[in-house]
């Protein structure tokens, strides 16, 4: 197998999209499963020389990486100015899902704190509470078991 892939990589890509058509006429799912393997082994990509666009790249895909997810689609395309395009869209997405957490971290502080509040206003305004001692009913202290 191995043999025959490394055979039809010396003729390059016309020859694995020749292979994929005629295979796509003849039998559909055969074709298919052969689109899935140039697309899961990176055969049809394209180099990239930008670069500060295979650093946004690597980034990401470390980033992809630690949450278990691959990211093969986002490899450069070839084409600098969508290459560009993309990397700044995903730092800018990035920066804005950073002030989006911090925003949501700030937001669950002040209902942390509003409760809490909320809490001690309760507890000053009732002082029949279990720390007064009174709220047993019978008046008397509880007594400690002895041995």
């Known amino acids: 197998m191995s043999e025959m892939v490394s055979r039809i990589d010396g003729y390059g890509q016309g020859a694995w999209i020749a292979l994929m058509v005629v295979a796509f006429i003849i039998a559909w799912p055969v074709g298919l499963a052969i689109l899935f393997y140039l697309i899961w082994s990176g055969r049809m990509g394209k180099g990239c020389s930008n670069g ?35 990397a700044e869209t995903l730092k800018r997405l990035e920066e804005e899902a950073n002030e989006f957490k911090s925003f949501l971290d700030r937001l669950r502080m002040a209902k942390d704190r509003q409760e ?21 009913g019978s008046g008397a202290e509880p007594q400690a078991p002895t041995a």
């Open 52 to 86: 500060r666009v295979n650093r946004a790249a690597a980034r990401f895909e470390e980033k992809m990486s630690r949450w278990g997810m691959q990211a093969k689609a986002f490899q450069p395309t070839g084409n600098a100015a969508f290459d560009e395009y993309r």
């Open 116 to 136: 809490f509040e909320d809490f001690m206003r309760e507890r000053k305004s009732n002082p029949t509470g279990p720390a007064s001692g009174t709220g047993t």
